[in-house]
């Protein structure tokens, strides 16, 4: 019990680590800088540098749907994992868009890097 809260507690800040490691290795013109939509005290990050929240840095989903095609096959699958921890729907819409039917086509397509940084995001996610 005592692990589960220790894990609670921290996972939020695990998951935007790995979050930005992910729009770093993708590309950070794949995302929006805005300021979180639940507490408007906060300022837009200027940089991945300023940013305190998966909220300030998220998906352009217009962007990604155009532009998605002239990725390597890694930054695409890794891209749409991402999105798919975002929003789920549209997410999975751009996994079978890249041929991926499960797990075993996410691990086999992504270098080590990206495959922890899917790991990372997947064992820390609290939900968005």
Known sequence: MARAIEHGREAPDR??????????????????????????????AASLEEVT?????????????????????????LLAVMCSFYNAEWGGRLMRAQGIEGMADIAGTLDLDSNEIVAALLVNYTGW
């Open 53 to 77: 929240s998966k909220w300030q840095v998220v998906p352009n989903e217009a962007f990604i749907e155009q532009s998605i095609g002239v990725l390597s096959s890694g930054e695409a699958t």
């Open 15 to 44: 998951f935007l680590e790995a979050w930005l490691k992910g729009v770093k290795k993708v590309g950070p013109q794949y995302f929006e800088f805005r300021a979180p939509i639940y507490d408007a005290s906060v300022q837009p």
